[in-house]
């Protein structure tokens, strides 16, 4: 069976190499410096869950978010906040925008792999399905 897939969006790339490696182990990691170059990749991926920074240059997780959910297949794909940025706004405006874990940098290995195995599925488009007439 194919791993599921998992996107990690951060302008910090000590900390996409940190997440991966962690992530890698049980997932398909992809990883993106930015958002600038998300919807070419979700023209052709289909992650299965997506880890967001929310402080980033040019797009941040906010931004990012109505880009992901204009996809008809990432309409419910979990999406998930790996953030140094803690404020209780922050927090409120993350889950109003559908946002499922905000978790706070820096984070344990076995914390990050716990929250991300309490919400990854795997996105139906990925299935073969068959129909019977």
Known sequence: MERLKVLCVDDNMYMLK???????????????????????????????LFLLDYYMPVLNG?????IIREFPEHR??????????YNIECVKQ???????EYIVKP???????????????????NEITSEMD
């Open 107 to 125: 984070v344990s290995n076995e914390n990050l792999l716990a929250k991300i195995a309490r919400h990854i599925v795997r996105n139906p488009k």
């Open 62 to 66: 906010f931004e990012l978010i109505p």
């Open 18 to 48: 940190a997440v991966s490696a962690v992530l890698s182990g049980v997932y398909d990691v992809s990883i993106l410096p930015d958002g600038t170059r998300l919807k070419e990749y979700l023209e052709r991926e289909t992650p299965d």
């Open 76 to 85: 419910n794909t979990p999406i998930v906040f790996l953030t140094a940025i």
């Open 94 to 100: 993350a889950i109003s925008l559908g946002v499922i």
